[in-house]
């Protein structure tokens, strides 16, 4: 399972996310809106308008929130364990 992260190229926070994903080993696919505008369109459908948005599977986390992302990792691998 891989999270999906929606960032943009001079965002300082979403330079941390990826980072802090990196270090913990999680996977996932950046999908940065300044690079291919389709990205920023699928934000505007989920009623998003800012980055760094994180998605793992049904969950969307709004910003840089570690304790967040590794709680949603875990019951995702829970749900799936099962």
Excluded: H
Excluded at 14 to 38: G, V
Excluded at 57 to 79: C, D, H, M, S, W
Aim: glycine share 4%.
């Amino acid at each position: 399972m891989k999270a999906i992260v929606y960032s943009s190229t001079n965002c300082v926070y979403c330079k941390q996310l990826k980072q802090y994903l990196e270090e913990q080993n999680l996977p996932y696919e950046e999908r940065n809106i300044d690079e291919n505008p389709a990205y920023g369109e699928e934000l505007q459908r989920m009623g998003l308008m800012s980055v760094p948005v994180t998605v793992i599977g049904e969950k969307q986390i709004l910003g840089f929130n570690p304790t967040r992302i590794q709680k949603v990792f875990a019951e995702y691998l829970n749900t799936t364990n099962s």
